[in-house]
């Protein structure tokens, strides 16, 4: 079964802790991408990654960092650094324009 | 790089009605307008979408419609039903997707 999958679904972490949310693909995209929602908000750019072991920082891309060492996987990390963690996140790959979405992750922080 | 603006913020409409919702892009070099429907806690999907070399595009009750020289395209839904209602979202790509605000829509019964 084809997709895109993340995890956990929900975190909660305490302030000041690092957290890594996880992004898997078995559609052999090249392109994969990391946003951010908010409340009555868009979709906010935070990283993306047009091939493996390259990716660009979005719109708002501080306080997180990512990695692209296979192509599958696109982990994101949400460092102290990031003065408000608290959102749902969203992953995505690329194929001839058209995004496919995780499910999301939820990070909640205390 | 690219802005996208997204009008209205929020539309609430009778059941039956038609919806419309409409985005401005401002980089020329954006070729791809998808649209994406999201549920409450739940991940966008792709409703439609258009590319610039057409005009518009339909599919059942909803369109897109794209004006290339003015920058702008809108959504079209047509007799609305209560599970039309979500955040409706556009979306202008060249080498990465910029998202509009989000609309919004809500259907009442």
């Known amino acids: 079964d084809g997709g895109i999958t993340q995890s956990p679904k929900y975190l909660f972490r305490k302030e000041g802790q690092n957290v890594t949310l996880s992004c898997e693909q078995n559609l052999n995209h090249d392109a994969m991408y990391w946003y951010r929602q908010d409340p009555g908000q868009g979709l906010r750019l935070i990283y993306y990654?047009?091939?493996?072991?390259?990716?660009q920082k979005g719109d708002i891309a501080e306080g997180y960092s990512v990695s692209r060492e296979k192509k599958e996987s696109f982990p994101l990390t949400v460092t102290s650094a990031q003065k408000n963690p608290t959102a749902f996140y969203l992953c995505?790959?690329?194929?001839?324009?058209?995004?496919?979405f995780g499910e999301g992750s939820r990070l909640t922080v205390l | 790089g690219e802005n996208v603006e997204q009008h209205p913020s929020t539309l609430s409409v009778q059941e039956g009605d038609s919806a419309v919702i409409k985005c401005t892009y401002s980089?020329?070099?954006?070729?791809?307008f998808p649209w994406y429907k999201q549920e409450l806690g739940k991940r966008p999907q792709l409703i439609i979408d258009i590319r610039s070399n057409v005009g518009e595009k339909k599919d059942q009750r909803i369109a897109v419609t794209l004006n290339k020289t003015a920058k702008h395209f809108s959504l079209h839904i047509t007799e609305t039903q209560p599970e039309d209602s979500a955040v409706y979202f556009c979306a202008a790509v060249d080498y990465k997707l910029s998202f509009g605000a989000g609309t919004t829509v809500t259907v009442r019964a």
């Open positions: 990654s047009q091939i493996v072991n390259d990716f």
């Open positions: 995505a790959s690329r194929w001839a324009g058209e995004l496919f």
């Open positions: 980089d020329s070099a954006s070729n791809y």
